[in-house]
């Protein structure tokens, strides 16, 4: 097929790349805002596996063109959207420009955080009756963009034409060898499931770091109580790990949406509040127990925090739980050291020359050379299996403040250390 994709987005990314890669012909125009030049360094964009070397394989082959405007003369059969939430005026811009372009019949996708009811908008702009728009809303994890477009779980297909739906069918059939991988229905309930199921999601973390918290108050260990939560059928184990707060551009951006949409109905939804807050409140998790650790006396401190990305594999920083501890930090007059493998130059962008900030590349152990703690916000693989007595070498005081849970209490403590995790005991 000849598919347009419009977007800056990791989706638009990933849908240009992936789409090519299996026959069609694609081209791809990013949002002005944020053209390919910029795009081609971005750190998102380099530190996704394999996304980079994807598109230039598809720019040599030939099946993927990069443009700044998509050509007057394009025939398309499916123009694919993926833009971000605040350029709905520019989604319907583009499509009010299609009918001029072709009147042949195509296909629009929707693959963007838009509010509910935007994809009947957008067919409601073509100016053909065999033009159709369908709702495919974003499902694409960070850090695993590929993985999860090429062989994804399900998709969630809003489309109440027949055609439209076979077309999107047929473009994604490389990637869905199993029918059931589509689930169908109409194009308000696709938009509306994509933002309930991180609502959902985001329930549950909330919740187990509301627990960890009693658990703390209780002297009980929550991994016992998650254990045995997971292994409840009716319940099990995803996303039920306590931490130290959730970040990340998409699934903070979704769950704002889905409180704007509840608000525009006219409902208030006290229970997304407290999930949102309770969230906040959790980023703030280290931090406490770093201030009852030294009741207080942080004045002239340093601290190592290991990991700013909002999660393995990837650089962003989006709503980070790092930005809440080091606004902290700071404002109790401590220094603090970052490692991370990825994100340092966006946190460097963000705090450019700050007094109180070092950022450490390369060896993580050097980062902690006279630290008075050590704090892991951001589980990346190299953090998890660390040489115990180097550690305790580099640290002024052997303080460890485990914000994901991935260390085992009671050994940490048998090689010398303090321990804190998030509702865990030694």
Known sequence: MRVVVHGSELAAATAAAALCSVGHQVTWMPHADFPWESLANADWVISEPGLK??????????????????????????HWLALSPDQREAAESYVRQVPGRQSTPLVVVNNSTFPVGQTEKLEALLGHSGQVAVALPDRIEEGRAWETFT???????????????????????????????????????????????NGMLAT?????????????????????????MGADTRIGFEYLYPGCGFGGPNFSRDLMRL????????????????????NES???TLFRKLWNHFKGELEGRTVTIWGAAFKP?????DHAPVLTLLEALWAQGVTVKVHDPAALHALGQLYPDHPQLE??????????????????????????NPDWRRLLQALNTPLILDGRNIYDPAYVASRGFVYRGIGRRA
Request: glycine share 6%.
């Open 53 to 78: 070397d994807q598109i230039v394989a598809g720019q040599n082959s030939g099946q993927l063109v990069i443009v700044e405007e998509v050509p007057a003369d394009t025939d398309a059969d499916v």
């Open 151 to 197: 062989r994804p779980a399900h998709w969630l297909l809003g489309s109440e034409e027949e055609w439209g739906t076979q077309q999107i069918r047929e473009l994604l059939r490389a990637f869905n060898r199993r029918h059931e991988v589509f689930q169908l229905m109409p194009r308000r309930a696709a938009e509306l499931t994509k933002l309930a199921i």
């Open 204 to 228: 549950r973390i909330s919740f187990m770091n509301e627990l960890a918290g009693l658990a703390d108050s209780l002297e009980v260990d929550v991994e016992y109580v998650r254990q045995g």
């Open 259 to 278: 409180a704007d949409v509840q608000h525009s109905t006219g409902r208030e939804s006290h229970l997304l509040e407290h999930v949102l807050d309770i």
């Open 282 to 284: 959790k980023k703030e």
């Open 313 to 317: 594999g990837t650089a962003r920083i």
């Open 359 to 384: 950022l450490c590349e390369g060896d993580f152990y050097s980062a902690c050379e006279g630290a008075d703690a050590l704090m892991l916000v951001t589980e990346w693989k190299c953090y998890w």
